[in-house]
């Protein structure tokens, strides 16, 4: 019989973007731990010390707890078995029509139950549709009879700054019975500052509100841009005044794609929640993913896209990282591709064969777009002649 304290902590879904950085993290403060995933070529990689994306200053530590043994990383879910606790850190995916698969997310996690025991607490890392944690209870205490201990402390990171914001933020703690949140509290307090004790109704909503916050920000600032544009203003002149010494106006972000694996799922997650009657959440939606066909619908004001090269510098769903997952880049090539364009790609950090160097695309396109402010591109220089799409500010044209 295998001794079910192997390991401290196993974590399901260990590989991506949340498991990883925690699983590492956690190692790195002395417990067991265990990722366990599916994904085969990534669990060689991080078996080898590294990192299968982009995440600053993790590597060394990864390097550092598989070689002292404090990680351990397994495709087979009976190590499952052997942890103390488990975490779930699995995706959330909706539907074609924006709607949460709340029941494949729950499916997932029922197929894994031969491996958990009631001694275990469980904890929902994933960010989840309100009311996911109870039906997950009921489902696993079968006819009532048995007592699961279920926890959920949703993950408040931006990606890419894990490794330090998992040591810097507060963490929202909420369970579905004392031992849930006396195991909870007790094991994040290793990593956390501060532990926050809310409801489990609470911290789902709160996780949702975070992004749909962000989601909307995004939105109001994208109108503004589009509004000033039509104007004939230049909006990054227009907000700079606005905030400058104002601090009541200081939140407000630079325009741009506002996109990733979150904030439109989260956003469209709390509309279906509420009866598709979020109406600002919808309005968001409308605003963000509608600025590529704003930009192509302007640029073919001044160009016969036909006979047009653009470049699209930045592919990533945000600057400095390398995850492309629902890029708006991606949606604004296949417009202006629709509509006759030739169109090059160029990302800092994404890697992919057919994507062009930026000096390539520089040089070979005659409107180039700024998708991505990439560190890289800040102060580069585009020679006259060419048109450029600058939404974030951040390169310089020749004069």
Known sequence: MTNPARFDLAIV?????????????????????????????????????????????????????????????????SCLSEAKTIIIAIGTPVDEYLNPK?????????????????????????????????????????????QWHIAYCPERIMQ????????????????????????????????????????????????L???????????????????AHNFG???????????????RAETLPTAGFAAGPCLLKDTMQLAAYSGNSFLLGHTAMMVNEGLPHFIVEDLKKRWDL???????????????????????SFKLGKILRFDGAKVYYSDEYAKNPDFVTKEELIRESQVIIVAVPHSQY???????????LDLWGVIKQEQ
């Open 160 to 207: 890419g700054h894990a490794m330090r914001e998992l040591l810097e933020l507060p963490q929202l703690v909420a369970g579905l019975s004392e031992k849930a949140i006396k195991d909870s509290t007790e094991l994040f307090s290793i990593i956390s500052p501060k532990i926050i004790p809310v409801s489990i109704g609470e911290a789902e909503l709160a996780k």
């Open 209 to 227: 509100f975070a992004n749909a916050w962000r989601y909307i920000q995004f939105a109001i600032t994208n109108q503004f841009y589009m509004i």
């Open 306 to 328: 036909s006979n047009t090269k653009v470049g699209i510098l930045g592919m990533a769903f945000k600057a400095d990282i390398d995850d492309v997952r629902d890029s708006l």
């Open 233 to 247: 203003a230049d909006y990054n002149k227009v907000r700079k005044a606005m905030i400058d010494g104002y601090k």
């Open 378 to 388: 800040k102060g580069l220089v585009i020679q006259k002649g060419k048109e450029v």
């Open 102 to 146: 709340t029941r494949q997310f729950l499916e997932i996690i029922l197929g894994l139950k031969k491996y958990f025991n009631k001694n275990q607490t469980i904890i929902i890392r994933s960010t989840v549709y309100p009311h996911t944690c109870k039906q997950l209870l009921k489902q696993l205490n079968q006819n009532g009879k048995e």
């Open 13 to 77: 879904g260990g590989l991506g973007h949340v498991g990883l950085p925690l699983g590492i993290t956690f190692a790195n403060k002395g417990l067991k731990v265990c990722l366990h995933d599916l994904d085969e070529k990534n669990a060689e990689l991080v078996r080898r010390g590294a990192m299968p994306f982009l995440e600053y200053d993790a590597e060394p530590v990864l390097k550092k707890v598989i070689a002292n043994g404090n990680l351990a990383v397994s495709t087979e879910p």
